[in-house]
């Protein structure tokens, strides 16, 4: 018998060379931490393509549209900037935002006020960071928020509504929230238009949020991003109604088409300085600076200019026609559901068809969209990962796989009084249109019947 070779003294082992016991070295915040939803959805669309399935990725939430003409021009003149930028931002792209935001809101304000970062969840990361305060979050809410302060180790304190108010929590629920420990430091976060249900506010519900807010001193966080894709360009902001405890978060990546960019802009009120001041410090040691092309090509898209105006226009009209046309398409097949008012999501409430969907098999909101993927090809979310119960069967639908360059050159052949018709949907955006339908009659199909559809 054969004795084993002796390794020289010093020299590892094959096995002691990956015995780490990695989970015990993982900060507890992030054990068991999974990559975000919204993006998983569309890596495993992507996969099951190249399988040869036929999909329809309806989960990540990317603006279908080109960026703006100017704005790319724009880019292409400043793609020799290669120095770093201040870590506040660009200062003519500072100005450009507060101007924005001073025709936008009335508000005055100035670049000093304007922190630039390499998208808006970066800078929502930093906030949590340096903010010494539990989260107000109303539900569903977008995928992130949560995950962020669990990272960081904040506590979180869910708001849940419903669809009977519009997915909106009001101030009698923010003012429970905080009246038995009134002193207590908090951040609330609002985003509207919503991800996931395409609700808004009006103003007199963030007027009473706003007196809410003033009475606790809380911080809001206005997650706005999706405010000029509010489908009637009558978009109402919290930030007038608050102005000393709202921080407005904005960017390029939904209304400008320009998602990949990353690029995102939080602007402050002159009494939370001291936020601004300590974010910066902590972006100076993490990201440095944002890409100096994408920022001097931004001063184009935050500019008062009638061609981008016309952009939005045009895109309003096609996301307000196509939503309506597919929240009808859903109550037609028994799905609750709310029309959007911004943005390009649907949030449906299956809960109509739960005996149905029981004698199937499934009870969960994720075992919905599971069997939804796998029997008709259509990749939605979960209610689950937008911070609603397990058994609620909410999903998220974005309604974005189209081609939006053609749908916007077809748009702008209208005329202005012109409606984006049914003809119009079918001809530009008829992938939507036909995952849709493929959900609608998947949803009343006896069971045994479920793959309704074969590619």
């Known amino acids: 018998m054969t004795e084993p070779t002796a390794k020289p003294a010093g020299e590892p082992s094959q096995v002691s060379r990956c015995d780490h016991a990695p989970e015990a070295r993982l900060n507890p915040n992030v054990r068991g931490l999974r990559p975000s939803s919204?993006?998983?959805?569309?890596?495993?669309?992507?996969?099951?393509?190249?399988?040869?399935?036929?999909?329809?990725?309806?989960?990540?939430?990317?603006?279908?549209?080109?960026?703006?003409?100017?704005?790319?021009?724009?880019?292409?003149?400043?793609?020799?900037?290669?120095?770093?930028?201040?870590?506040?931002?660009?200062?003519?792209?500072?100005?450009?935002?507060?101007?924005?935001?001073?025709?936008?809101?009335?508000?005055?304000?100035?670049?000093?006020?304007?922190?630039?970062?390499?998208?808006?969840?970066?800078?929502?990361?930093?906030?949590?960071?340096?903010?010494?305060?539990?989260?107000?979050?109303?539900?569903?809410?977008?995928?992130?928020?949560?995950?962020?302060?669990?990272?960081?180790?904040?506590?979180?304190?869910?708001?849940?509504?419903?669809?009977?108010?519009?997915?909106?929590?009001?101030?009698?629920?923010?003012?429970?929230?905080?009246?038995?420990?009134?002193?207590?430091?908090?951040?609330?976060?609002?985003?509207?238009?919503?991800?996931?249900?395409?609700?808004?506010?009006?103003?007199?519900?963030?007027?009473?949020?706003?007196?809410?807010?003033?009475?606790?001193?809380?911080?809001?966080?206005?997650?706005?991003?999706?405010?000029?894709?509010?489908?009637?360009?009558?978009?109402?902001?919290?930030?007038?109604?608050?102005?000393?405890?709202?921080?407005?978060s904005g960017g390029l990546s939904k209304w400008c088409g320009a998602g990949g960019w990353r690029l995102g802009l939080f602007v402050f009120p002159e009494c939370l300085d001291w936020l601004r001041d300590a974010m910066t410090a902590v972006a100076s040691e993490t990201f440095t600076s944002t890409s100096a092309p994408i920022q001097h090509a931004a001063v184009r898209a935050f500019a008062d200019d009638p061609e981008i105006e016309r952009y939005l226009q045009l895109v309003r009209r096609v996301l307000a026609a196509l939503g309506r046309h597919v929240a009808r398409q859903l109550e037609e097949a028994g799905v609750q559901v709310r029309a959007p008012q911004g943005g390009f999501y649907l949030f449906p409430d299956f809960s109509a068809k739960a005996g149905a969907l029981r004698s199937r098999g499934i009870t969960t909101s994720v075992e919905l969209c599971e069997r939804l993927l796998e029997d008709t090809g259509v990749a939605i979310l979960p209610g689950r990962d937008f911070g609603r119960p397990d058994e609620e069967l909410t999903v998220r639908i974005a309604y974005v796989n189209f081609d939006g360059g053609r749908a916007l050159e077809a748009a702008r052949a209208l005329s202005s009084d012109a409606a984006v018709g049914n003809d119009f949907l079918r001809s530009h955006c008829g992938e939507v249109l036909e995952a849709v339908q493929r959900v609608a009659v998947w949803i009343n199909r006896r069971p045994g019947l479920d793959r309704v559809v074969q590619d």
């Not at 309806?58 to 290669?82: C, D, I, T, W, Y």
């Not at 935002?97 to 970066?122: C, M, N, Q, W, Y």
């Not at 038995?180 to 009473?208: E, F, H, K, Q, V």
Request: charged content about 20%; aromatic content about 8%.
């Open 38 to 248: 919204t993006l998983a959805i569309n890596e495993r669309s992507d996969k099951l393509r190249r399988q040869g399935r036929t999909i329809f990725a309806m989960g990540l939430g990317q603006s279908p549209f080109p960026v703006p003409g100017p704005v790319v021009e724009a880019l292409r003149r400043n793609a020799f900037q290669k120095d770093y930028l201040p870590v506040q931002g660009l200062p003519e792209l500072r100005e450009a935002v507060a101007a924005h935001h001073r025709r936008e809101f009335g508000i005055a304000t100035t670049g000093d006020h304007v922190l630039i970062g390499p998208g808006s969840k970066e800078l929502m990361f930093l906030l949590q960071l340096v903010f010494a305060g539990d989260l107000l979050v109303p539900t569903p809410t977008w995928v992130s928020y949560a995950p962020q302060a669990r990272i960081i180790g904040r506590q979180v304190r869910w708001l849940p509504t419903s669809a009977s108010n519009g997915w909106r929590v009001n101030a009698d629920q923010l003012d429970a929230a905080c009246r038995a420990d009134p002193d207590r430091p908090r951040l609330l976060i609002l985003n509207y238009p919503s991800n996931p249900t395409g609700t808004t506010y009006d103003t007199d519900g963030l007027a009473a949020i706003a007196a809410v807010a003033h009475r606790y001193s809380l911080i809001v966080l206005s997650d706005e991003i999706y405010g000029k894709l509010h489908h009637h360009g009558r978009h109402d902001s919290i930030v007038p109604l608050y102005p000393e405890g709202t921080i407005f």
